[in-house]
């Protein structure tokens, strides 16, 4: 079963950065789509950015594009989201989810939806990101 751990929140000062990590265990993420959502208190989740293992595709939503990346590293089995020119708004608890690649559609639908495969698809526990002064 695949186990996903998030890790890098914290608090930061409007402006700055921060680099979430998702380490995956108990199975390789070569064959998964992997995403970043988050959830703010008192709004629903949303999908912040989604890749595919099989072919690379990415997908930004739009409140992130400019300032966010998402990649992987193969040999680390981790996806990052690197973070920059953070905005207050930007404050929520960030979970990653994986779904293996042969059940999205797209990493955009994987991003607006975040419907997993009920038995295959994970979810991580969340971290923190806190922008304030």
């Known amino acids: 079963q695949l186990q996903l751990v998030e890790s890098g929140g914290g608090l930061v000062q409007p402006g700055g950065s921060l680099r979430l990590s998702c380490t995956a265990s108990?199975?390789?993420?070569?064959?998964?789509?992997i995403g970043w959502f988050r959830q703010a208190p008192g709004k629903e989740r949303e999908g912040v950015s989604c890749?595919?293992?099989?072919?690379?595709?990415?997908y930004l939503a739009d409140p992130v594009k400019g300032r966010f990346t998402i990649f992987k590293d193969n040999a680390k089995n981790t996806v990052y989201l690197q973070m920059n020119s953070l905005e207050p708004e930007d404050t929520a608890v960030y979970y990653c989810?994986?779904?293996?690649?042969?059940?999205?559609?797209?990493?955009?639908?994987?991003?607006?939806?975040?419907?997993?495969?009920?038995?295959?698809?994970?979810w991580g526990q969340g971290t923190q990101v806190t922008v304030s002064s």
């Open positions: 989810a994986a779904d293996p690649d042969l059940f999205v559609t797209t990493v955009q639908a994987m991003c607006d939806t975040g419907e997993l495969h009920p038995a295959l698809g994970s």
């Open positions: 108990g199975s390789t993420l070569d064959y998964y789509a």
């Open positions: 890749i595919s293992s099989s072919d690379g595709s990415t």
